[in-house]
């Protein structure tokens, strides 16, 4: 059960903000992009964790009574990720509770419990939002960078040696696999030929595999522009003869090459109130034009995870009492334990609620190979 907030006005409160983002996260079924990157919560600061070296070469000869030669086995590489301070407070004020009225009705009192609910709501979506926003970064062009409101780097990090692919006439540096033209060129652009190509570059060299089983995430455009193409209009057919003409067909068609399915990624935020209000510049996770092609692994490993870190308003200090408004979640989601969530009314001039939500952490990646950013324009 969510967290009760009883209030001297009469009212209750569902402190719910856990509830929320999973709500947020599972609006449309699972996530794809929160699924290779799950949340979880570690009561530590510094991301640090170990990686073994590739293996190499081929077992000497010797010959017969021959000494054989002496090798060194691959080493452990140890990587190390500070993470970033995010929080927010969102205020309801006394001008708002004193002169707002009911939807609805001519001259009835606004009820204040009613738009903390819609508080909480804007800031897990914007939670949410800012978790798959970093994700989708890093895992679209190897590297995320997060700036203050006055425009100051306090949160980057990057994939060491991480893949990302602009189909351009490219030559790719493992296989000397040479991409088509932009896939918006449709006349002549070979969208299959590319993931055909570029599969074979990405699983060169490792253990990561991009087959049918792994997943092509995309701005929904990439499907517009697919169907665009001549390749997919022209030259192929469906088992009738008829041009393929439906999202369930291409996918069809790319199973049967092999390659992935193509999963549309329409999320996205406004960026401003204004832009909200009026209904402008809404931004996309995945921008134009772009795609993550998340492979899969030999046991089923998760490429990485999205670690929330020690946070001071869900550990305090020893001897700091909680305060009754804190939500808690850990009982229902683990990684609710590194959300810290606060309401609290003021009796004081000037009058008002306060919503703090604050988060600390970031993405840890343990198999870089398994995903590769694609671009075109």
Known sequence: MPDILNLTQNYSIDLILPDLMFDEM???????????LPLVHEKEDMLIWDQHENG?????????????????????RKYAVSPGYYGERCELPETEMTKSREPGTPNLPAKPE????????????????RVRKISADLL??????????????V?????????TIAIA????????FITGVSWATSATATPITDMLGIKNELEFGTSSRFGPD??????????????????VQATYRDRYGASISSHAQLDQLLQGFGLPALVPYPKGFYPTLADGVARTNFTRILPSRSMIWLGTRPKGQKLGKFVLTRNMGIDPPAGASDSPYRVAGGDK??????IHVLLEYYAKMPFRWELDVCLNGGPVIHFGSSAAGLSYT
């Not at 599972?26 to 290779?36: I, V």
């Not at 081929?58 to 021959?66: A, D, K």
């Open 333 to 338: 989601y683990q990684w609710a334990e590194g």
């Open 56 to 76: 190499y070469g081929l077992l000497g000869l010797r010959g017969l009574g021959g000494q054989p030669d002496v090798t060194l086995a691959p080493g452990i």
């Open 140 to 153: 679209r062009t190897g590297r995320f960078t997060n700036t203050s409101a006055n425009g100051r780097v």
């Open 155 to 163: 949160h980057t990090d990057q994939i060491e040696n991480y893949t």
């Open 169 to 176: 006439t490219t030559t790719l540096p493992k296989t000397g």
């Open 114 to 129: 009613e738009r903390i609910a819609i508080m909480m709501q804007y800031q897990a979506n914007k939670a949410i939002n």
């Open 214 to 231: 792994s997943k092509i995430l995309c701005n929904p455009d990439v499907i517009v522009d697919l169907f665009k193409t001549t390749q």
């Open 26 to 36: 599972n609006e449309d079924g699972a996530d794809p992009l929160l699924e290779t």
